[in-house]
C-alpha cells in the first residue's frame, strides 16, 4: 500500500525567501505523485503532477517539484515566495495504472509567510 | 474548467438529526470521493465510488453512508449526527479514462454538529 510522510507540520519563511517543502512516498512499483494547494476555507487545487519522463515539473503559481526515485522523494520547491502563497500544502501519491484506486495525501505542510 | 460544486459551505445541525451533504461534478468524471479534513489528521478518506450505485469504504466509513444513483452526483449521508462528526468535508472526483487520475476538490462544507 501507498503512504506520504510530509515532515514539517509548519513552516514559516520570509516573503521573498526559497522555499522547500519535503515530501516522501512508499509505493512499491511507479508512483504518480501530485502536490495540492489549500487556501484558508477553501478545497485543494492541483499545483503539479509527475507521471513519467522529465523528473523536474513545473506547476503553476511559480512552483517546481523534482521526483528522486533513489531517494523516494518529491519535494515542491519555489525561488522567491509571496504573501499569499500563506497556505496548506498536500503532497499525494496514486498508483499507476489503478485509476479507481483513490490518492493517498500526506498530513500537510502549512506555510506562513512573514514580511 | 472541472468544476465540482458541494451544496452548502457551512452547516449547523443538532446532535441526531439526520444529515445530507451533497456533491455535483460536470465533467463525467467515473470516481467520486469523500473526505473529511480535521486539524492535524489531515484528509481522511470516508467512502469513494468509481461507478453509479459502487461504492467503496475509505478510512473511516464508520457513521457515515454514501448514495450515488448519478453520475455525476455524490452524496454522504450521516445517519445520526455526533458532536465528532463536526468537521470540514471535502468532495473530488477525478478521470479514470485518460489515465491521469487527478483529484479535482470542491470547495468544502464546514459542518458544525451542537
Known amino acids: 500500500a501507498q503512504s506520504v510522510t510530509q515532515p514539517d507540520i509548519h513552516i514559516t519563511v520570509s516573503e521573498g525567501a526559497s522555499l522547500e517543502l519535503r515530501c516522501n512516498y512508499s509505493?512499491?512499483?511507479?508512483?504518480?505523485l501530485f502536490w495540492y494547494v489549500q487556501s484558508p476555507g477553501q478545497g485543494l487545487q492541483l499545483l503539479l503532477k509527475?507521471?513519467?519522463?522529465?523528473?523536474l515539473v513545473q506547476g503553476i503559481k511559480g512552483f517546481e517539484a523534482e521526483f528522486k526515485r533513489s531517494q523516494s522523494s518529491f519535494n515542491l520547491r519555489k525561488p522567491s515566495v509571496h504573501w499569499s502563497d500563506a497556505a496548506e500544502y498536500f503532497c499525494?501519491?496514486?498508483?499507476?495504472?489503478?485509476?479507481?484506486?483513490?490518492?493517498?495525501f500526506g498530513k500537510g505542510t502549512r506555510l506562513s509567510v512573514i514580511a | 474548467d472541472v468544476k465540482v460544486t458541494q451544496s452548502s459551505r457551512y452547516l449547523v445541525k443538532r446532535t441526531g438529526e439526520k444529515v445530507f451533504l451533497e456533491c455535483v461534478q460536470d465533467?463525467?468524471?467515473?470516481?467520486m470521493f469523500w473526505y473529511r479534513q480535521d486539524p492535524g489528521l489531515g484528509l481522511r478518506l470516508i467512502y469513494f465510488?468509481?461507478?453509479?450505485?459502487?461504492?467503496e469504504k475509505g478510512d473511516i466509513p464508520e457513521g457515515y453512508s454514501v448514495s450515488r444513483e448519478k453520475k455525476e452526483r455524490f452524496s454522504l449521508i450521516l445517519e445520526s449526527a455526533s458532536t465528532n462528526q463536526t468537521s470540514m468535508y471535502l468532495c473530488?472526483?477525478?478521470?479514470?479514462?485518460?489515465?491521469?487520475?487527478?483529484?479535482?476538490f470542491g470547495p468544502g462544507t464546514r459542518l458544525t454538529v451542537t
Open positions: 473530488a472526483s477525478s478521470l479514470i479514462r485518460t489515465g491521469t487520475y487527478e483529484q479535482y
Open positions: 509505493y512499491g512499483a511507479t508512483p504518480y
Open positions: 509527475y507521471f513519467s519522463g522529465d523528473t
Open positions: 499525494a501519491v496514486g498508483a499507476a495504472n489503478s485509476g479507481n484506486t483513490p490518492l493517498v
Open positions: 465533467m463525467d468524471h467515473e470516481n
Open positions: 465510488s468509481y461507478d453509479v450505485k459502487m461504492k
